[in-house]
C-alpha cells in the first residue's frame, strides 16, 4: 500500500487542522492505520491509531482529548482531526500502515510510510 499525507500548514495555537492520508492500493480494510509525528531534534513517536476489523481507536496521551483519527473505507482515506493546537505539537507528521490487526505504537510495528506534512503551530 502506498500512503500519502496532506493537510499540513501553519495554524496559530488553539486552531484546529485535519490531515489527510490516501492509501492507494487494495483491501483498505485490512490495514491498521496510525499517525506518527516527529519535532526537531527528537524520534519518531506514536500519536494515533484505529485498528483493522474492529476501528477501536488509540492516542497517545499528549493527544487523547484533543485528535480524533478516522477512516473513510469509500475513499480510502485517514484522518486526523486535530484540534486545541499546541506550540508542541509541531511536527512532521506521518501516517503509517500495517497488515491486520497485529500492531504496536511504534515504528517498528508499522510496515508501510507516507511522506510526511509540516505542521507548524505559533504562539
Known amino acids: 500500500v502506498q500512503l500519502q499525507a496532506s493537510g499540513g500548514g501553519l495554524v496559530q495555537a488553539g486552531a484546529s487542522r485535519r490531515l489527510s492520508c490516501i492509501a492507494s492500493g487494495r483491501a483498505f480494510n485490512s490495514y491498521t492505520l496510525a499517525w506518527f509525528r516527529q519535532a526537531p531534534g527528537k524520534d519518531r513517536e506514536f500519536a494515533a491509531a484505529?485498528?483493522?476489523?474492529?476501528?477501536?481507536?488509540y492516542y497517545s496521551d499528549s493527544v487523547k482529548g484533543r485528535f480524533t483519527i478516522s477512516r473513510d473505507s469509500a475513499k480510502n482515506t485517514v484522518y486526523l482531526q486535530m484540534d486545541s493546537l499546541q506550540p508542541e505539537d509541531t511536527a512532521v507528521y506521518y501516517c503509517?500502515?500495517?497488515?491486520?490487526?497485529?500492531?504496536?505504537?511504534?515504528?517498528?510495528?508499522?510496515?508501510?510510510w507516507g511522506k510526511g506534512t509540516q505542521v507548524t503551530v505559533s504562539s
Open positions: 503509517a500502515a500495517t497488515y491486520g490487526s497485529s500492531w504496536s505504537a511504534s515504528v517498528y510495528g508499522m510496515d508501510y
Open positions: 484505529i485498528r483493522y476489523g474492529t476501528s477501536r481507536t
